[in-house]
């Protein structure tokens, strides 16, 4: 099932996508305005998630596919983290960035994972949100990414992520990391949640990437999350073990979909990208 976050004019809202149509959750119980408390409620019946949306998708009014457009980040994430280097191609771009390559190759060969912190509620945007750009960068490119949605130390769902990077910054010198990843619009989330029971295999997913300037496509590639040379297991227990994490929390798993080193992105440009069994996460982008 895919969950949504909707904020229209009669408040939050928490729907399903259910395969029959758009199910509205709220109608139903409306102390269920986010996926957060869908799962809490879930954790109290000790049942799954998606049962509890299906007892209540029977008889909830069923919303226009329309009502969609409304819809926000889909989990109220205290923290985004992200895991770099995670596949082949993304070493290959950070060494080629850095003015300390070899790191980057250490990092991919080692047992430990790179995790590193991303982006607080305020720094997140949700679809067709603006996603930001730093005026003091002047290379600067979206990162397509399977987010690993957690609830506490749980793998609840999953969702698409973009992980915004200024590679000139964070090529200049390592240490600039947190400037090159965190700061205002730095990280979009959505436009979904897609239940963690009902993807087969996170392992074995298409994913791509669209960037439109004007009328013309500069760039379009397809992935799949299968080359990742980590689990999504691996990495999540790298990230909360001897670590306080929120009630809910978003792990970035890499990318391995990365445009030439000549391109890099301008205010107006149109980031899409699509990931098999949850969606398509659109965001125009500006400088912030």
Not at 15 to 30: Q, S
Request: charged content about 30%.
């Amino acid at each position: 099932m895919r969950y949504y976050q909707l904020a229209g004019s009669d408040g939050r809202r928490l729907a399903v996508d259910d395969g029959d149509g758009i199910a509205d959750l709220t109608a139903m119980k409306p102390t269920l305005e986010t996926f957060g408390d869908l799962v809490g409620a879930a954790t109290i019946t000790d049942v799954g998630a998606d049962e509890v949306a299906d007892r209540l998708a029977a008889d909830a009014p069923r919303l226009e596919r329309a009502t969609l457009e409304e819809a926000t980040v889909p989990v109220d994430a205290g923290e985004v983290w992200a895991a770099g280097v995670t596949y082949e191609i993304s070493e290959a771009a950070r060494e080629e960035e850095s003015t300390m390559p070899e790191m980057y190759l250490d990092v991919y060969d080692n047992e430990r994972p790179e995790i590193f912190f991303k982006a607080t509620p305020s720094r997140t945007v949700g679809p067709s949100e603006a996603v930001g750009i730093r005026a003091d960068s002047e290379w600067d490119v979206p990162e397509p990414e399977l987010g690993i949605v957690l609830a506490g130390e749980e793998i609840v769902g999953y969702t698409i992520g973009n992980d915004m990077s200024s590679r000139s910054i964070e090529g200049e010198n390592p240490l600039y990391l947190p400037q090159a990843k965190v700061y205002d619009r730095c990280c979009s989330l959505g436009p979904c949640v897609r239940s963690a029971e009902s993807i087969a295999d996170p392992h074995d997913l298409e994913m791509w990437m669209e960037i439109r300037r004007g009328e013309e496509t500069l760039y379009e590639d397809a992935t799949n999350t299968g080359e990742m040379a980590r689990t999504v297991e691996e990495l999540a227990d790298y990230y909360t073990k001897h670590n306080t994490v929120p009630e809910q929390s978003v792990l970035l798993t890499g990318t391995s979909l990365v445009p030439e080193n000549e391109f890099t992105l301008r205010e107006g440009d149109i980031v899409e990208i699509g990931i098999e069994s949850i969606g398509t996460l659109s965001n125009p982008v500006t400088q912030v």
